[in-house]
Nanobody, 125 residues
Framework: QVQLVESGGGVVQTGNSLRVSCIAD????????MGWFRQAPGKEREFVAG????????IYADSMRGRATISTNSARNTMYLQMINLKPQDTGLYVC??????????????????WGPGTQVTVSS
């Protein structure tokens, strides 16, 4: 069973930065691609960014391109999402997810097999 645990959420002001983290087990890191999604109240879960551990390729949602950087630390089995210039519309529950495939980096919810509980990010105006 894959376990994913997020941390680092909080309340920040518009324009500030925040980094959220996701710890996974070692097998997930070598066998999966992982991604960040977010979900605002009353809205569907949406893709934010993803990374393939096998190829190193990354992909970002248009809304976050240039404001987010996804990265990993394999020694710590941790994935990060560094966000800058945050906006109120970035508010949501940030959830990390893992696939069973380590090559592709999908952007759809249904392509991910494992999910963490999430960490709340609130951007105040």
């Amino acid at each position: 069973q894959v376990q994913l645990v997020e941390s680092g959420g909080g309340v920040v002001q518009t324009g500030n930065s925040l980094r959220v983290s996701c710890i996974a087990d070692e097998n997930t890191f070598v066998r999966s691609s992982m991604g960040w999604f977010r979900q605002a109240p009353g809205k569907e879960r949406e893709f934010v960014a993803g990374i393939s551990f096998r190829t190193g390729s990354t992909i970002y949602a248009d809304s976050m391109r240039g404001r987010a950087t996804i990265s990993t630390n394999s020694a710590r089995n941790t994935m990060y999402l560094q966000m800058i210039n945050l906006k109120p519309q970035d508010t949501g529950l940030y959830v990390c997810a893992a696939t069973r495939d380590s090559v592709t980096v999908p952007t759809t919810v249904g392509a991910y097999a494992y999910w963490g509980p999430g960490t709340q990010v609130t951007v105040s105006s």
